[in-house]
């Protein structure tokens, strides 16, 4: 391309869903798959989508993998179409939240007769196994990778095409069961949803969304080519478009050092001295969460496309991620009540949300091994990839010796697709990017 001629991000990503639009309506395949990146807009396409199908008169289902997403789903079609019904194909103990409760289009039932046939129902994938009877020209699954394929494969007789969108750099999904017995057989239910889709399909369309309008300038890069190294994406913004200051000032300690690196480049690594600790390591735990303090103490300002004169970065505006959930109970703890807005979570729990700043405890802090839990690139993806300003991570010194003293060992199995990106490449690059911020 032309220098001067590169295409704006707002073309280049309607180009890929007109074209994703375009083939739904064709009805020449039975399936379409949209792979993207984080913060590129899946719900945008799928409520899109869904409400296209709906206008052109073909009842449809989305099946959504958690009832957070599912009730998200609602509150964003209902407000694209207020004149569209939909239906919450929920469990009978559930409780509407508000973003339900607030459209009176949308109407609650375990059962999909006791719904009134609206134009879409929406219900979660668990949900939609337990339906036996009835059938949709049209089903859109969300958050396809990281659905299971035996779930698809409980669903897939209640519609004749699908749109199955999702991150295929995200976590796979997981089971709390030995699968090794179906290690290789091409409908091994461990593996993700489309990925058995695509080997029983080979000659599906799959279109790739080319912008994420979440991640900054300074980390769609760096997030691209550590765990999108094969199909890469941009940011949809550029590098003056947004910015984070303070308007209090700090005691200038090594706290002060990293929120101030993030604000300025994107990155900081908050390095703790090398040694071995338990999983709930105090003194990581407590960098976290008074990281996360210091942001609010300094008075954060984001400004960004949304906020051009700037927005204050209230508690809810930050979160603190980590591997697990104990981790995640220690650093709620040295938060406290100056903390209570801040979202701590794991990083499955933290998969398709969104913050201005992220501090992360990286998986592999104070670890005598690299595990393949810990070494799972979709769990570092996930982390590093929520935000829309900074990210931070808390981290022992070691990390790298530990990576070169823990080769990838996993098993090498037939007929099963090699995963890329490798975990121990992607925590490589990642380090290498924060060691020369």
């Given at each position: 391309?032309?220098?001067?001629?590169?295409?704006?991000?707002?073309?280049?990503?309607?180009?890929?869903?007109?074209?994703?639009?375009?083939?739904?309506?064709?009805?020449?395949?039975?399936?379409?798959?949209?792979?993207?990146?984080?913060?590129?807009?899946?719900?945008?396409?799928?409520?899109?989508?869904?409400?296209?199908?709906?206008?052109?008169?073909?009842?449809?289902?989305?099946?959504?993998?958690?009832?957070?997403?599912?009730?998200?789903?609602?509150?964003?079609?209902?407000?694209?179409?207020?004149?569209?019904?939909?239906?919450?194909?929920?469990?009978?103990?559930?409780?509407?939240?508000?973003?339900?409760?607030?459209?009176?289009?949308?109407?609650?039932a375990a059962k999909v007769a006791d719904l009134g046939g609206p134009a879409v129902i929406i219900g979660t994938a668990a949900k939609w196994a337990t339906v036996t009877e009835g059938s949709w020209p049209w089903a859109i699954v969300d958050?396809?990778?990281?659905?299971?394929?035996?779930?698809?494969?409980?669903?897939?007789?209640r519609f004749e095409r699908a749109l199955f969108v999702g991150d295929p750099g995200q976590l796979d999904p997981f089971s709390t069961v030995e699968t090794v017995r179906w290690t290789g057989l091409t409908w091994d239910p461990m593996q993700?949803?489309?990925?058995?889709?695509?080997?029983?399909?080979?000659?599906?369309?799959?279109?790739?969304?080319?912008?994420?309008?979440?991640?900054?300038?300074?980390?769609?890069?760096?997030?691209?080519?550590?765990?999108?190294?094969?199909?890469?994406?941009?940011?949809?913004?550029?590098?003056?478009?947004?910015?984070?200051?303070?308007?209090?000032?700090?005691?200038?300690?090594?706290?002060?050092?990293?929120?101030?690196?993030?604000?300025?480049?994107?990155?900081?690594?908050?390095?703790?001295?090398?040694?071995?600790?338990?999983?709930?390591?105090?003194?990581?735990?407590?960098?976290?969460?008074?990281?996360?303090?210091?942001?609010?103490?300094?008075?954060?300002?984001?400004?960004?496309?949304?906020?051009?004169?700037g927005a204050p970065v209230t508690a809810d505006r930050i979160a603190v991620g980590a591997a697990h959930r104990d981790q995640v109970a220690a650093i709620r703890a040295h938060l406290g009540a100056a903390g209570a807005g801040v979202t701590?979570?794991?990083?499955?729990?933290?998969?398709?949300?969104?913050?201005?700043?992220?501090?992360?405890?990286?998986?592999?802090?104070?670890?005598?091994?690299?595990?393949?839990?810990?070494?799972?690139?979709?769990?570092?993806?996930?982390?590093?990839?929520?935000?829309?300003?900074?990210?931070?991570?808390?981290?022992?010194?070691?990390?790298?010796?530990?990576?070169?003293?823990?080769?990838?060992?996993?098993?090498?199995?037939?007929?099963?697709?090699?995963?890329?990106?490798?975990?121990?490449?992607?925590?490589?690059?990642?380090?290498?990017?924060?060691?020369?911020?």
């Amino acid at each position: 391309m032309l220098a001067g001629l590169e295409v704006p991000p707002a073309v280049e990503a309607e180009r890929v869903i007109t074209a994703v639009l375009a083939d739904l309506r064709s009805g020449q395949h039975r399936g379409v798959v949209v792979d993207s990146p984080p913060g590129a807009g899946k719900s945008t396409l799928v409520v899109r989508a869904a409400v296209e199908l709906a206008a052109a008169g073909e009842p449809l289902i989305i099946i959504a993998q958690t009832n957070e997403q599912v009730d998200d789903l609602i509150d964003r079609l209902a407000r694209k179409a207020p004149e569209l019904r939909i239906g919450r194909l929920s469990a009978t103990d559930y409780q509407p939240s508000a973003r339900v409760k607030d459209h009176e289009t949308v109407k609650v039932a375990a059962k999909v007769a006791d719904l009134g046939g609206p134009a879409v129902i929406i219900g979660t994938a668990a949900k939609w196994a337990t339906v036996t009877e009835g059938s949709w020209p049209w089903a859109i699954v969300d958050e396809a990778y990281q659905m299971r394929s035996d779930a698809l494969l409980r669903v897939a007789g209640r519609f004749e095409r699908a749109l199955f969108v999702g991150d295929p750099g995200q976590l796979d999904p997981f089971s709390t069961v030995e699968t090794v017995r179906w290690t290789g057989l091409t409908w091994d239910p461990m593996q993700a949803a489309v990925a058995v889709l695509l080997r029983h399909n080979p000659d599906l369309p799959v279109y790739r969304l080319p912008v994420s309008w979440r991640l900054p300038a300074s980390a769609a890069p760096v997030v691209a080519a550590a765990f999108y190294p094969f199909t890469g994406f941009r940011a949809g913004t550029g590098a003056g478009d947004r910015a984070l200051s303070f308007t209090e000032p700090g005691p200038g300690d090594a706290l002060d050092a990293a929120v101030e690196l993030a604000a300025t480049t994107g990155w900081a690594l908050h390095e703790l001295p090398a040694r071995h600790t338990l999983r709930t390591d105090t003194e990581a735990a407590s960098a976290c969460a008074a990281l996360a303090l210091r942001v609010l103490q300094r008075g954060a300002v984001a400004v960004s496309e949304h906020a051009p004169a700037g927005a204050p970065v209230t508690a809810d505006r930050i979160a603190v991620g980590a591997a697990h959930r104990d981790q995640v109970a220690a650093i709620r703890a040295h938060l406290g009540a100056a903390g209570a807005g801040v979202t701590v979570d794991t990083a499955n729990r933290l998969q398709g949300r969104e913050y201005d700043v992220t501090i992360v405890l990286h998986p592999l802090s104070g670890r005598r091994d690299a595990t393949a839990f810990h070494l799972e690139s979709g769990r570092l993806c996930v982390l590093t990839s929520r935000h829309r300003h900074a990210c931070i991570v808390v981290a022992r010194a070691g990390i790298g010796q530990l990576l070169d003293a823990h080769p990838s060992t996993e098993s090498v199995h037939l007929d099963v697709p090699v995963k890329f990106p490798d975990g121990w490449v992607a925590n490589q690059t990642m380090l290498t990017h924060l060691g020369a911020t």
